[in-house]
């Protein structure tokens, strides 16, 4: 199994970016895939999850500036980032849960990871 995040980068203030994150290796109808970050010295933080059928779920600093999608088709699970912030800067990591035990915020239920991709904001 393998989950490759890419997309990550630098920007500044109020800057996008378009994060992916492409699986392989499972079945991924079976999973749901979400998005955490960890930022140096700090905790991971989960940040949004997709299920199968397309259901989405936010932290609260994520809603209303992110968008979490899936193409099923390619195995593939998006994040739109937008308006970004100082605060964001960390590395992003996608993680797969199997389906049928909802979301969770927690990584120690999450059974797949990606390796992260690095998103900078400056100021």
């Known amino acids: 199994v393998q989950l490759q995040a890419f997309g990550g980068g630098s920007v500044q203030y109020g800057g996008s970016l378009k994060l992916s994150c492409a699986a392989s290796?499972?079945?991924?109808?079976?999973?749901?895939v979400g998005w955490f970050r960890q930022a140096p010295e700090k905790q991971r933080e989960w940040v949004a999850a997709v299920t199968y059928g397309g259901s989405a779920n936010y932290a609260a600093t994520a809603k209303g500036r992110f968008t979490i999608a899936r193409d099923n088709a390619k195995n593939t699970v998006f994040l739109d980032l937008a308006s970004l912030r100082p605060e964001d800067t960390a590395t992003y990591y996608c993680a797969a849960r199997r389906r049928g035990f909802g979301f969770s915020r927690l990584p120690g239920d999450h059974r797949y990871w990606g390796q992260g991709t690095q998103v900078t904001v400056s100021s």
């Open positions: 290796g499972l079945t991924f109808s079976q999973y749901t």
